[in-house]
C-alpha cells in the first residue's frame, strides 16, 4: 500500500515539473516544445509571435533599431512633449 501512495505522489510531482517547470526553461530556446508541454505558456507565445512577425526581442526598446526615418519622427515628437 506504501509504495502506491508513494508511485501516485511520484507520478503527480513528475507530471508537475512536466507540465509547469520544463515549458518555462525550455520557452527561450525552444518555444514550440515548450508549446506542447504547456498550451498556454505566455513567454512561449510571446517569443514565438516575435520570431514569426521578423522582431529580434532583445532590440525592441533600442533606438537604433529604428529606421533612419522612424527614429528623426521619434526624436521630433520626444522634442516637442519637453
Known amino acids: 500500500m ?11 510531482l513528475g507530471w508537475q ?5 520544463l515549458p518555462a526553461v525550455l520557452a527561450p530556446y525552444d518555444p514550440g516544445a515548450a ?7 505566455p513567454r512561449a507565445l510571446l517569443l514565438l ?13 533600442d533606438a537604433d533599431a529604428l529606421p533612419a526615418a522612424e527614429r528623426e519622427d521619434v ?7 519637453v
Not at 2 to 12: K, N, S
Not at 17 to 21: G, L, Y
Open 2 to 12: 506504501r509504495w502506491t501512495i508513494l508511485a501516485a505522489v511520484a507520478g503527480l
Open 17 to 21: 515539473v512536466a507540465t509547469r517547470t
Open 75 to 81: 526624436v521630433e515628437a520626444a522634442a516637442t512633449m
Open 49 to 61: 509571435a516575435e520570431r514569426r512577425l521578423g522582431q529580434d526581442p532583445t532590440a525592441r526598446n
Open 35 to 41: 508549446l506542447i508541454l504547456a498550451e498556454g505558456n
